[in-house]
């Protein structure tokens, strides 16, 4: 039986075994609510990186030939071993990462059923075939692996985004670099053993461990056939530059500003229990957590109130406790950074309706913990209401129409996700149709997703790619023509036409 907290510290994991890094930087695993060391991990160099990349590059061959049903039902297993585990890891994650249990089981789940979904299709695969213009010929399409991608992943989904990004690239016939995020390595190689314990092949899938150097350094990489990458819209506008400088593919999914459109006849309640889980579940650590709330004039000040009631009930703790409603922000830096944004917020006119500091609770003060907070009086041109502040912050704004709100929502740079709430189907429908996101959900928040769909954002979210869905299988293959004459005479094509 696989221990999840018995994987060794300290080591990468390369060409099938756990081993030391080349150099002694260390990073250290901090558990945000109590300050508690959990661990260390490789803070690993280019040269830990290229042993990697050199380890998954001698391993493709083998598993490309692997028939797909075959590198299936090794992830199928990892399914298994993912239910199996699923509490010990998710108890993991919330030490390391700080969430409530409850999200963190989330968090697993949505692994597993990303792995039994994925899993499927190394019996699909699908291609396509098409008649030919030309007699006697056929013409199909298939697709076709990449080689060794790197894949660097954030820390508020430690398991439910590598799985996103993995497991497809597994199922596709390409090897695996992952560089998880400095802050979660233990989560990391927890999840790394779990696919290695169901049978992959050695080099198949590598961990290494680090920060910024890195992360750089894989991206680099000329072994590197692409770079799967998940995190804050300027890093990724980086990997981006360097990865076209090389001719390097590269999928992108970053930053978000997501806001919920509240008409008049709206149902209050649910908008208000659907947009505190949005805006303060994970602490409002989410690409999609509802960051901006639009209001039309009758209901604002209801929605603010409701909203208030709500957050000001929220329990702030240790995510372990059962009683914890809301655990910290990930570091020091990660609060500082939501501080910054509340005092900008003031500066800019905004009034804080609640929180807007630190919570002065006995036993809070080891964690990086802070309040969740409502601003109202935001207006469209504030910093608040432009950039992502990635906390629990939510900026209340007015609308006198659905079709000043629907402008609202799309006078930001991002297009992750939008919500709106209201009883009337057509403004509904127009809402679906005009609002310039990837995902759009009605009477639910921002928040939220299902592994059998696409799922990702426009403009400077992402660059066109989507993980989840079918569609994922397009970021992790190329395509192949084939044709097969087999009329015994040269036939031109479009030449041969009368």
């Given at each position: ?112 059923d990303m792995t039994y979904f994925i ?145 008049d006849d709206a149902d209050l309640e ?61 570091s020091a830096s990660q609060r500082q ?162």
């Amino acid at each position: 039986m696989l221990e999840l907290l018995a994987v060794p510290q300290g080591r990468n994991y390369i060409a099938g075994r756990w081993v030391d890094p080349v150099g002694d930087r260390m990073l250290t695993s901090v558990n945000p609510a109590t300050g508690e060391v959990l661990g260390v991990a490789p803070d690993s160099s280019a040269a830990d990186v290229d042993r990697a990349v050199r380890a998954a590059a001698e391993a493709w061959p083998s598993w490309r030939a692997t028939p797909a049903p075959r590198r299936a039902e090794i992830l199928f297993r990892a399914a298994e071993l993912l239910v199996r585990h699923k509490e010990e890891l998710a108890r993991l994650a919330t030490r390391e990462m700080g969430k409530i249990l409850t999200e963190t089981r989330g968090d697993v789940q949505e692994a597993i059923d990303m792995t039994y979904f994925i899993a499927g299709e190394g019996r699909r695969l699908h291609g396509y075939t098409t008649p030919s213009e030309m007699p006697r010929k056929a013409a199909y399409c298939v697709r076709q692996p990449l080689g060794v991608v790197g894949v660097i992943t954030p820390w508020n989904f430690p398991v439910a985004i590598p799985s996103w990004k993995i497991v497809p690239a597994l199922v596709c016939g390409n090897t695996v670099v992952f560089k998880p995020a400095p802050e979660t390595p233990l989560s990391a190689a927890a999840f790394t053993a779990l696919l290695v314990e169901a049978g992959l092949p050695p080099g198949v899938l590598n961990l290494v461990t680090g920060g910024d150097e890195t992360g750089a350094a894989l991206v680099d990489h000329p072994g590197i056939a692409l770079i799967s990458f998940t995190g804050s819209t300027d890093v990724g506008l980086q990997v981006a530059a360097r990865c076209q400088a090389r001719g390097v593919r590269v999928s992108l999914e970053m930053g978000g500003k997501n806001a919920a459109i509240v008409l008049d006849d709206a149902d209050l309640e649910l908008a208000a229990d659907a947009l505190t889980w949005s805006a303060f579940g994970t602490t409002g650590q989410r690409c999609t957590a509802c960051s901006r709330i639009v209001v039309t004039p009758r209901a604002h000040r209801e929605v603010v109130e409701r909203l208030a009631d709500r957050a000001r009930r929220l329990r702030l703790g240790d995510g372990l406790d059962p009683a914890t409603d809301m655990g910290p922000l990930v570091s020091a830096s990660q609060r500082q950074r939501v501080e910054t944004y509340v005092e900008i917020g003031r500066r800019e006119g905004a009034t804080v309706v609640l929180g807007g500091e630190r919570p002065r609770v006995p036993g809070l003060e080891r964690g990086f913990f802070y309040a969740p907070t409502i601003l109202d009086g935001v207006t469209p041109g504030m910093r608040v209401a432009q950039e992502e502040i990635f906390g629990p912050v939510v900026g209340v704004m007015d609308a006198a129409s659905l079709e000043e709100a629907i402008e609202i929502v799309n006078g930001v740079r991002y297009g992750l996700s939008a919500s709106i709430f209201t009883r009337d189907v057509f403004a509904a429908m127009r809402a679906v149709e005009e609002i310039r996101t990837g995902i759009v959900y009605v009477n639910h928040g921002t928040t939220g997703a299902e592994v059998h769909l696409p799922f990702g954002g426009t403009r400077a979210t992402g660059n066109g790619h989507r993980e989840g869905g079918l569609q994922v299988l397009d970021v992790f293959t190329e395509w192949k023509s084939v044709y097969i004459d087999y009329s015994g005479r040269l036939q031109r094509a479009q030449i041969d036409r009368d």
